[in-house]
């Protein structure tokens, strides 16, 4: 995307207002495909929304590249984001090791803690991000005492979407059926899978978590619905199904 294009997006939304004069953008989120902080014009786009009075939404993979590695770095993306999101999938899938990806979110909090004892003010939370996936299951009380040790803030557990048109492998190696998501549905709810300090959230505690929309005949009801999703050439879609979004049928 051509960062013109994310200022002129971020911009008008920036300039409105409710009718109790309140500005309805809240926060930016840059980039659902795609590692973030990979993007040539990351930091350009930091500023901007610091200059704007916007905080960003970041979600990263947790490999933290280049100078987002570094204590300055990551001191820079805690001042300016309302929440870092961490996923699991680099070591999942991405070949990165899960040490180094502890030791990158270690390194996050205890730069936010230090943040913290100088006084610093409205700092972002730092969450985990989890595609919940047939590969993954047995991680997933690890994954939930590991973060509640070290000061996670939230876990978001989304269920893996599979595509009508993925080949039959995919489907296999990761999709869950409804009786699965049920089932840890209800281990979070009856407190089998359960933590004091961490919030528990994501797709998984929607009615429908496989990727259908729930909310299809009736899209007032939709979490989603005051989002605005701006692509790189400009237009805007308001529906963040991947189905509907790609004409998938």
């Not at 509640?148 to 059926?177: A, Y």
Request: charged share 25%; aromatic share 8%.
């Amino acid at each position: 995307m051509p960062i013109e294009t994310a200022k002129a997006a971020i911009e008008k939304y920036a300039s409105e207002s409710d009718a109790s004069g309140k500005r309805i953008l809240r926060e930016v989120i840059p980039s659902t495909m795609g590692e973030p902080l990979l993007y040539s014009k990351f930091e350009e786009l930091l500023d901007f929304c610091e200059t704007t009075g916007v905080k960003l939404n970041l979600t990263t993979n947790g490999t933290f590249p280049g100078k987002w590695g570094t204590p300055p770095g990551m001191e820079k993306l805690l001042v300016a984001c309302s929440d870092i999101k961490i996923s699991t999938l680099s070591y999942e899938m991405g070949g990165f090791s899960l040490s180094k990806w502890r030791e990158n979110v270690e390194q996050l909090l205890d730069c936010l803690q230090r943040q913290k004892n100088s006084g610093a003010k409205e700092l972002s939370t730092v969450s985990l991000q989890v595609t919940l996936h047939r590969e993954n299951l047995d991680q997933l009380e690890p994954i939930l005492h590991w973060a509640e040790s070290i000061g996670i803030h939230r876990i978001k557990w989304n269920s893996v979407v599979i595509l009508d048109s993925m080949p039959q492998e995919i489907r296999t190696l990761f999709e869950l059926d409804n009786d699965t998501l049920s089932r840890l549905r209800q281990e979070f709810q009856s407190g089998v899978l359960h933590s004091k300090q961490i919030k528990n959230e994501g797709s998984l505690f929607l009615e429908n978590a496989t990727g259908d929309c729930p909310m299809a005949s009736d899209c007032s009801k939709c979490p989603f619905k005051d989002e605005v999703w701006i692509w790189p050439d400009g237009h805007e879609d308001h529906c963040p199904n991947p189905r509907r979004r790609w004409n998938i049928k």
